[in-house]
């Protein structure tokens, strides 16, 4: 107990300014978005493990557990390179948002570009309306502040323009590509037959389909905005921020995508609907 009473007597001796304010300002809000972080992520658990493990080796020193302090704080003095290895995934997701969120800020369009970017989403919509009709299934990646330098090398290069009826081609069932996903990148097809990382959220229902979970893995990976038409009910839906949103239309595809990449400004989605049930079969 003294050690409480020490640490208490330390706070109230100290004198307390503005600077103090600002300081408690900050670790608030960083602890804040640590939590809204790993909340909804596999490292939530972890982290919970890690605080009761904390608390428990206050609670061996406060009375005095001597054997159970010796072992936790050797536990502890490996804990932090242990932390950076478990939580690895999550470290680099969240240092990539907070580096994406900055050349954000700085990416200025000019006319020409929102115009291409405009006529690209058209283009888009266009094609996985009519991939939907007809119940072709298709996965299209479109990037933005995050490369994906490391995903184009596992397709084919091919650097055309965004055209429908090459998109039709490329996720025809019978062509030998039409299995991996479509990469654009500066508004061209950059690469298609790319094999996207799978999400391993434990959250997501067992029976969804390869190419969704494939969608929700690399909008967790990346910033990226992923499309996708489901070859068993032609039902379109968008995967992004590790979330999936379903039965999109053209119209409201459209405004999505206007708002995300031309506009630049995150809006909550409409119908927003975390890792949905989808038909068994769905993929």
Do not use: W
């Not at 991939?131 to 490369?147: D, F, N």
């Not at 499309?227 to 379109?236: D, Q, Y």
């Amino acid at each position: 107990m003294s050690a409480i009473k020490n640490f208490f007597a330390y706070i109230f001796n100290q004198s307390f300014g503005i600077n103090d304010v600002i300081d408690i300002l900050i670790v608030s809000v960083l602890f804040y978005y640590i939590i809204v972080f790993i909340r909804d992520r596999r490292a939530g658990k972890l982290a919970i493990g890690i605080f009761l493990l904390f608390a428990l080796l206050g609670i061996s020193s406060i009375f005095q557990f001597n054997v159970l302090a010796y072992i936790l704080k050797n536990i502890v003095q490996v804990g932090l390179l242990a932390v950076f290895i478990i939580f690895q995934p999550e470290i680099r997701t969240m240092l990539e948002k907070m580096g994406n969120e900055s050349v954000k800020n700085l990416n200025l369009r000019e006319s020409g570009d929102v115009a291409e970017t405009k006529k690209t989403i058209a283009t888009l919509c266009n094609t996985v309306q009519e991939l939907s009709a007809t119940k072709t299934g298709a996965l299209i990646v479109i990037e933005r502040g995050t490369k994906l330098g490391d995903i184009i090398k596992t397709g084919v290069v091919i650097n055309a323009d965004v055209n429908v009826f090459l998109l039709k081609n490329i996720f025809y069932n019978k062509a030998p590509l039409h299995d991996g996903a479509v990469i654009v990148r500066d508004n061209r097809i950059c690469a298609c037959g790319c094999f996207l990382p799978l999400s391993y959220n434990t959250n997501i229902i067992r029976n969804i389909g390869t190419r969704h979970r494939a969608a929700i893995g690399m909008s967790e990976n990346s910033d990226a905005l992923v499309l996708i038409v489901s070859e068993e009910t032609g039902t379109i839906s968008v995967a992004m921020g590790g979330e999936l949103t379903r039965n999109y239309t053209f119209d409201s595809l459209k405004e999505l995508l206007e708002t995300q990449l031309v506009q630049e400004e995150k809006v909550p989605l409409k119908s927003k609907i975390r890792f949905p049930k989808i038909k068994e079969g769905d993929k």
